[in-house]
């Protein structure tokens, strides 16, 4: 890890994805794989072993005394006590509070972090702790080691983690994969704008939605996650991992 005047310009990812600049990236390209082939080796390597989780994501500008901050660590150690290990990002916010809430409650407390052009490091409520360079073998992990996501507010990289999921769902790439959005007033407008737009001219289909749950309250999140591992080994435990 790099910090303060060591620290690079732009990021990895930038790096792989920019297209501009001068023709070196014909040379070092190759390597680049072998790169991105140890974060999934690592990552797979890390998480084996991990058991249920639930993957949880909101925003790293929530303050403490904010209530997706109070309901991420109640959140976080509900779903301790229920027997998931707790997924994040692994950041401040609401990631951190996910994380305390389940550290405290003595779960297994997961932070998944990502190389990003400004420091950010991993909250001190995480336990297992992985650095990314690439968005996308990150992305994996959340998904793959996860029986569901629940979801507290956020910017847009709480969104891309939502509608990631919601597409995974629905090209069927994950069975049986719950997506729980937290935070009623927060939420219902983007909700709205699916159904009466995006639904109404056809862009989606109505069962799409069957995935997601709205609501305001810890205990009934955790019902929602409970009730979809239940369905989950009365099917007799169908993959829920991307194909």
């Not at 297209?19 to 084996?48: K, N, Y």
């Not at 929530?62 to 990002?89: K, M």
Request: hydrophobic residues 40%; contains cysteine; aromatic residues 10%.
């Amino acid at each position: 890890m790099l910090q303060r005047r060591s620290r690079t310009t732009g990021t990895t990812d930038q790096r792989l994805l920019d297209s501009r600049g001068p023709a070196d990236w014909l040379h070092t390209d190759p390597w680049r794989v072998l790169r991105i082939q140890s974060e999934f080796v690592e990552g797979f390597g890390m998480l084996a072993e991990l058991g249920p989780a639930i993957s949880v994501f909101g925003s790293a500008r929530t303050p403490p005394n904010d209530w997706a901050y109070e309901t991420g660590e109640r959140l976080g150690r509900a779903l301790a006590d229920a027997g998931y290990a707790v997924i994040t990002g692994g950041g401040p916010g609401v990631m951190e509070a996910a994380n305390k809430g389940a550290h405290d409650a003595g779960g297994v407390s997961v932070g998944l972090g990502i190389e990003l052009p400004f420091e950010q490091a991993l909250n001190r409520y995480v336990d297992i702790g992985i650095d990314f360079r690439y968005f996308f073998a990150r992305k994996t992990m959340f998904v793959k080691y996860a029986q569901g996501f629940c979801v507290l507010p956020g910017g847009f990289g709480t969104l891309d983690e939502l509608f990631e999921a919601v597409t995974l769902a629905q090209t069927r790439k994950v069975t049986g994969f719950p997506v729980v959005l937290l935070g009623r007033a927060y939420w219902r407008g983007l909700l709205d704008w699916l159904h009466g737009t995006v639904e109404a001219e056809g862009k989606v289909h109505p069962g799409d939605f069957a995935m997601l749950s709205l609501t305001d309250d810890v205990d009934e999140a955790l019902d929602t996650v409970l009730g979809a591992g239940r369905a989950h080994d009365d099917t007799g435990g169908v993959a829920q991992h991307p194909e």
